[in-house]
């Protein structure tokens, strides 16, 4: 790891079988601790995370900052139908049981004021 890139690239299938994108930040050492998943707001992309991942992973967590379907060097799926927050919650999880993480901690941006 570069201090200019310090994550390396990670890549997982979802469950349609598109080729997802994430960024990889590896823990610093000391105590093992949950990884992060980071998830980007609608319009958005994994490096909206480039300030804040390497300091959480720093702290000794894993930081795994995905584009989701569509967006930044995912794949886009032929089917706009797919483009549903339960679709990406599945690519979600399909990247947990690829990368074997069992469990997680969540960070999120929103795309628009007030939305959960």
């Known amino acids: ?5 310090p994550f390396v690239e990670r890549r ?8 997802l994108f994430a960024r990889d930040y ?6 093992a601790r949950p ?5 980007h707001g609608l319009t958005r992309n994994s490096a909206d995370f480039e300030a804040i991942a390497p300091l959480l992973a720093q702290s000794g967590r894993r930081v795994l900052a995905v584009d989701v379907r569509g967006r930044g060097r995912s794949d886009r799926a032929p089917d706009p ?20 993480i069992d469990r997680a901690i969540f960070l999120g941006t929103s795309a628009s004021p007030g939305s959960i």
Do not use: F
């Open 12 to 19: 997982w299938t979802s469950p349609d079988g598109l080729s």
């Open 81 to 100: 139908m797919t483009y549903m927050p339960d679709v990406y919650a599945r690519d979600v999880l399909a990247l947990m049981e690829q990368a074997g």
């Open 26 to 31: 590896a823990p610093g050492p000391g105590v």
């Open 35 to 39: 990884p992060v998943i980071a998830i």
């Open 1 to 5: 790891m570069s201090a200019q890139h």
